[in-house]
C-alpha cells in the first residue's frame, strides 16, 4: 500500500512537468534538432443538427421508460410522476445533445 502510494505521490509531478512543457521545447532538448518541424491540421467541422421528429421520439421514449418504472413501483400515481420525471430528463439530454459537431473524413 505504502509503495503505490509513494510511486503515485512522486510521479505525479514528473508527468505535469512533462504535459506542462511545449512540444517544441521538449522535441528541441530531445533531439537537438536545430529545425522544429510542425504540421498544422485544420479541420472543418459542421453541426448537425436533430430533427424534430427524432427529439419527440427521445422525450417520448425516456418518459414511456419512466412512466414504466414508475407503475412498477407505486402505481398509477407513480406511473404519472415517472412519466413526467422521465419526460423531463429526456427534454434535458435532448436539447443538450442537439448540436453535435461533426469532422468529415
Not at 512543457?21 to 472543418?44: D, E, L
Not at 424534430?52 to 414504466?68: P, Q
Amino acid at each position: 500500500m505504502k509503495s503505490r502510494f509513494l510511486t503515485k505521490f512522486l510521479a505525479t509531478p514528473v508527468l505535469a512537468a512533462g504535459m506542462l512543457m511545449p512540444m517544441g521545447t521538449w522535441a528541441q532538448t530531445t533531439t537537438q534538432s536545430t529545425t522544429p518541424t510542425r504540421h498544422h491540421v485544420v479541420h472543418h467541422t459542421t453541426v448537425k443538427r436533430r430533427s424534430k421528429k427524432k427529439s419527440a421520439m427521445i422525450v417520448g421514449g425516456s418518459g414511456l421508460a419512466g412512466a414504466g418504472v414508475g407503475a412498477l413501483v407505486g402505481g398509477k400515481k407513480g406511473a404519472l410522476i415517472g412519466g413526467l420525471a422521465g419526460a423531463g430528463g429526456g427534454y434535458v439530454y435532448d436539447r443538450k445533445t442537439q448540436k453535435k459537431p461533426v469532422i468529415p473524413k
